[in-house]
């Protein structure tokens, strides 16, 4: 069951409406304060998510439907060489794929190369449900090779696999969400999962905040990995990255060629003593703050 046309115009639909509907509670219930105008930024990030679309449309989805098609033709993957039920195969393929985005995410961090196309993403002034599609094209480029190697790798099930992208990109979006849920339901909910309050700290200016919570969809392996990071008011958190403040960082000309030119100090401007955040030292009981 590889996904066709129709099914990935009917997901992409939904996905739409969600993406208006959420905005549109942004406006009433957000969690963290505007900073920068929102009509600039969404032409930036929405011009960004269209180039990103093509090139998902044209290469990442045929990539992906190939390399399923492949594995399970001559099967190949981990998931190949055991047999388990399939309700037990499916949840151990869903749980590998996204620890292998756990490991991704971690390097597109740690990798000078990598983290330069990556920070187009992290630099945007404020974070909100477009900052979920603003990534370069490159990244974008990138992370379908990392698919190819991680599909071939777990041999997920192509019923699995289209489980776990719908659920990924899901979460992708509710995470880079500023909704304020009631801070005890998103407590609850973050055991579980990446929620918005877990994913506003990865995008704090303050370096160490940013390297922390990589998660994508189940939090736990942040707590795994010891990665994790909850102890931040929201109030206190001020997106982007501070070498990429300015406000001509952020045109779309510059947005696209900025991981071709020579790199600033990322973190020159970070306020080393902001909120004595290095009293903060995060613990897996740590909880989330308001």
Known sequence: MNPNSQQITFISAIFIVIVIALLLIEEKYFLRKRTHALLPRLFINLSLSILSFVIVYFIVFPAQSKTLSFTTSI??????????????????????????????????????????????????????????????????????????????????????????????TANTILQHSNIKFPIEFERILNKLIVTPRMHGIHHSNYKEETNSNYSTVFSFWDRIHKTLRLNIPQSEIKIGVPGYSEKSDNTILNVIFQPFSKQRDYWKNEDKNFFNRGNYKSDTKTFLQE
Not at 105 to 121: D, E, M, T
Request: glycine share 4%; hydrophobic share 55%; no cysteine.
């Open 75 to 168: 099967n190949f993957g981990l998931m190949k060489f055991v047999q388990f039920p399939q309700v037990l195969n499916y949840i151990i393929s869903f749980l590998l794929m996204d620890l292998a985005f756990y490991y991704w995410h971690l390097l597109n961090h740690k990798i000078p190369f990598l983290w330069r196309f990556h920070n187009v993403h992290h630099f945007d002034p404020d974070m909100d449900v477009s900052t979920a599609f603003r990534f370069h094209f490159v990244e974008i480029g990138f992370s379908t090779v990392f698919r190819i190697v991680q599909i071939s790798l777990i041999g997920i099930n192509p019923v699995a696999f289209l489980i776990y992208e719908t659920a990924f």
